[in-house]
């Protein structure tokens, strides 16, 4: 079984800081996808990451696709409330399967 | 636009009894499946088809049956509920793996 492993698994911190969260694999993928979900709905889709060192931009959220193909990051820059969610990195191992990480819960502190 | 919708929200069950829990989408989705969420161990799949007549096992099958009989709906069926089967359950669709999954919102599922 193919696992992807997010860090940290919890993340508090205060409106207006900055942080990173990890998605990292023991295998190569070809691309990766980066969710979003909050409480009482289904995730929904932020970026999808397809080429190594690609870094893509969304407002605040910063996501970087590792060179060796076996990692990625979310950063998000002057955090706020509306962050709040738990993110999930989704990885296609070549199979007919979308594998999902552990998920990274945020909360972000008025 | 519906998109995917899951009934019900909520149920409760006792151990043994057997229930579906619907899944339709209206995007003609050739892709779907379905995920159980745990916390800590973020989304499972528990089966998946990939068009009208295929269903393969993802990664937890035991415990739950699928059949894709039409492209709009993917019903989930489990046979004899047991405890560990208490979760939350999503299921998504896409038109393939490398485009977003589009998700339901879930069905709370209870087992006592």
């Known amino acids: 079984t193919q696992l992807l492993e997010q860090s940290p698994q919890f993340l508090s911190i205060q409106e207006g800081e900055n942080l990173t969260v990890y998605c990292n694999s023991s295998?190569?993928?070809?691309?990766l996808q980066w969710y979003r979900q909050e409480p009482g709905e289904g995730p929904v889709l932020l970026v999808t990451?397809?080429?190594?060192?690609e870094v893509k931009k969304l407002k605040r959220l910063t996501f970087q696709f590792g060179d060796a193909r076996k990692d990625s990051s979310l950063h998000i820059t002057a955090a706020q409330p509306g962050d709040t969610g738990l993110y999930l990195c989704?990885?296609?191992?070549?199979?007919?399967?979308?594998?999902f990480g552990t998920g990274t819960r945020l909360t972000i502190i008025p | 636009n519906a998109g995917v919708t899951q009934t019900p929200k909520f149920q409760v069950l006792k151990t043994g009894q057997s229930m579906t829990l619907q899944c339709a989408q209206d995007?003609?989705?050739?892709?779907m499946s379905w995920y159980r969420q745990d916390p800590g161990m973020g989304l499972r799949l528990i089966h998946y088809?990939?068009?009208?007549?295929?269903?393969d096992q993802g990664e937890v099958p035991n415990g739950y049956n699928v059949s894709r009989s039409t492209t709009e709906d993917f019903p989930l069926r489990l046979l004899s509920a047991a405890p560990s089967q208490t979760s939350v359950y999503f299921c998504?669709?896409?038109?393939?793996?490398?485009?977003?999954?589009?998700f339901g919102n879930g069905t709370r599922l209870t087992v006592t």
């Open positions: 295998s190569v993928f070809s691309s």
């Open positions: 990451v397809v080429t190594g060192g």
């Open positions: 088809s990939v068009g009208a007549g295929i269903t």
């Open positions: 998504a669709s896409t038109g393939q793996l490398s485009s977003p999954l589009h």
């Open positions: 989704a990885v296609n191992f070549g199979n007919e399967k979308l594998t």
């Open positions: 995007m003609n989705h050739e892709y």
